[in-house]
């Protein structure tokens, strides 16, 4: 049996993390390390890796790293969904099995030991993972009959018009890969949905789809929020770690789970509170404060009087008596001495962000700044509650940024408020 890992898609939900989301770094490892890890524990170890022509370079450098597995790739030259992942692969998937994952969603190895268990001792053609949710998914809905055979499978109803509570998490497998495929190729429209179409048109040919139903974790990446959710899974399983090289000063407090990468300094009084990751080469500063589940990146600088409270950050940021809650901040940032990251209404509702034309409720009422790569913020700035900043752009001083921020801008403060201006003309003016 080979795995197909689907790498190839772009995230157009994803403002202002512009970066693959299956290269998230989790614990020194990328979420795709991890992933392969999970289906190699379920006795997998021959992977087919589908990416596009900007990440397969990427991705065949993590695969290097990977050891007792065997991989071959595939390059997707077109966005046209996880059927053009397929097509992109079909030289490589023979007769065998196949079991088709998408390493943004993320499951126990429970996952891929059961859907192969119960597929390989069934009479199913293929397999699905369903996992029962209570609030709305940007997904796919499965609709089954008493055998736990599907019978449509349903894809973005939107919300208050989902014809059940079992999501199609992207865990399928499929023990006759090459009927999956003349059906596929059956399909003459350019819709991203051939694949599922193609599973329909199986059903409707009389072939059993079963749905294997699963209760362990997942937490899949759709927004840029989900970050924090995926963060917390694996902060969830952390136990206490500090490298050698570590230093750790005598006035500094250490509790609870958490892990201290190579050449990372906690410097005097410094309180860091589990479960927490810190990067290698990591600087947490006098007086400052981590807590409530954080993950620090690499060559990062958490200076004097910062808290940093539940938030993923990426390598190579810069803080100075900040406060930091509940945020997504990319790499390579800087935040000026007395910026402030908002992550509560004043009503305590529920925060909402606008993806596209759409106001998406993130089902919390704690999110703070959603930030990308390259960002730097003045002195004394605050940042409202679910407010995106897009990569290579400025925040002025004493700005209170209340609206998102696209890429290359700068908001500069103004009487009243701010405006938005070009940060490349601004850059080259200085």
């Known amino acids: 049996m080979k795995a ?28 795709l390390e991890h992933q392969i890890e999970q289906v190699k524990r379920a006795g997998l170890d021959n992977f087919i890796l589908v990416g596009n022509s900007h990440n397969i370079a ?70 699905m993972l369903a996992y029962e949710t209570q609030t709305y998914f940007p997904g796919g809905y499965l609709v ?38 003349e059906h596929i190729a059956a399909i003459k429209n350019t ?3 051939i694949y599922e179409q193609a599973l329909t048109r199986m059903i409707e040919h009389g072939d059993s789809i079963r749905a294997v139903k699963y209760t362990g974790s997942w937490q899949a990446i759709k927004y840029p929020w989900d970050i924090l959710s995926v963060m917390d899974y694996f902060l969830g399983k952390v136990s206490s770690d500090i490298a050698t090289s570590a230093s750790i000063a005598p006035s500094a407090t250490i509790e609870d789970n958490v892990i201290i990468a190579g050449g990372a300094r906690i410097m005097e009084n410094a309180v860091v509170r589990g479960p927490c990751y810190i990067g290698h080469n990591s600087i947490i ?35 100075h008596q900040n406060y930091c809650g509940d945020s997504v901040v990319g790499y390579h940032c800087s935040f000026g001495a007395g910026t ?60 209170c940024l209340d609206n998102d921020l696209p890429e290359n801008r700068m908001a500069r403060a103004v009487t009243p408020g701010y405006e938005v201006v070009d940060s490349t003309a601004i850059s080259e003016k200085r």
């Not at 919300?159 to 009927?179: A, C, D, I």
């Not at 981590?290 to 390598?315: L, P």
């Not at 529920?350 to 730097?376: A, P």
Request: glycine share 12%; hydrophobic share 35%.
């Open 58 to 127: 990427r991705i065949k450098e993590v695969a290097e790293n990977i050891t007792d597995a065997r991989f071959s790739f595939a390059v997707q030259e077109k966005p046209t969904g996880m059927a053009g992942a397929l097509k992109a692969a079909s030289d490589l998937i023979t007769g065998e099995p196949i079991l088709v994952v998408n390493p943004d969603d993320v499951v126990d190895s429970e996952a891929y030991t059961r859907i192969i268990t119960e597929c390989q001792g069934g009479s199913a053609t293929s397999c």
């Open 285 to 319: 500063g006098n007086d400052t404060l981590v807590r409530g589940g954080s993950h620090i990146g690499d060559d990062c600088v958490v200076g004097h009087a910062t808290e940093i409270k539940h938030s993923y950050i990426g390598d190579g940021c810069w803080f």
């Open 191 to 193: 819709s991203d949905d």
């Open 340 to 399: 402030v990251t908002g992550n509560l209404r004043l009503d305590d509702r529920n925060i909402t962000v606008m993806v596209g034309k759409e106001i998406v409720d993130t089902n919390t009422n704690k999110l703070g700044s959603l930030i990308g790569n390259n960002v730097r913020t003045g002195i004394n700035v605050s940042i409202m509650p679910g407010v995106r900043i897009g990569a290579n752009s400025f925040v002025g001083p004493h700005v």
């Open 4 to 31: 197909i890992f689907l790498c190839g898609g772009v995230g157009k939900r994803m403002f202002p993390v512009t970066w693959d989301k299956f290269l998230l770094q989790f614990l020194g490892k990328t979420l």
């Open 144 to 181: 089954l009959n008493k055998n736990n055979e599907i019978t449509s499978i349903v894809e973005k109803p939107g919300k208050g018009k989902e014809p059940s509570r079992l999501v199609n998490v992207v865990v399928h497998l499929h023990t006759q890969p090459q009927k999956l495929l």
